[in-house]
Nanobody, 122 residues
Framework: QVQLVESGGGSVQAGGSLRLSCAAS????????MAWFRQAPGQERDWVAD???????RYADSVKGRFTISRDNAKNTLYLQMNSLKPEDTATYYC????????????????WGQGTQVTVSS
């Protein structure tokens, strides 16, 4: 049974940092595309970053240079290091998995975590 469990969200002031984790079970993240999406109230779910099975990461322009996606294959865990956080980063963050190439469309992802809330105050 595939399961994704996020953790690490919280409340920080602008300029602060958080690291999100996504523990996976039931499949191997190193053989999959793993992604982070976020959704603010009343907004669509937006792609933030992904990392392909070959290890190549991609980032949305809004987070490039501030966020880093990584994975630990031994722990079967995905991470998102978020630095220089801004109030506009406030959202529920979701990890997602896809057993094919990466995509920026949330509808292409099969497996989802329950989400973790990130709140950035000014």
């Amino acid at each position: 049974q595939v399961q994704l469990v996020e953790s690490g969200g919280g409340s920080v002031q602008a300029g602060g940092s958080l690291r999100l984790s996504c523990a996976a079970s039931g499949f191997t993240i190193g053989s999959s595309c793993m992604a982070w999406f976020r959704q603010a109230p009343g907004q669509e779910r937006d792609w933030v970053a992904d990392i392909a099975s070959n290890g190549i990461p991609r980032y949305a322009d809004s987070v490039k240079g501030r966020f880093t996606i990584s994975r630990d294959n031994a722990k079967n865990t995905l991470y998102l290091q978020m630095n220089s956080l801004k109030p506009e980063d406030t959202a529920t963050y979701y990890c997602a998995a896809r057993l094919w190439w990466c995509s920026m469309r949330y509808s292409d992802y099969t497996y989802w975590g329950q989400g973790t809330q990130v709140t950035v105050s000014s």
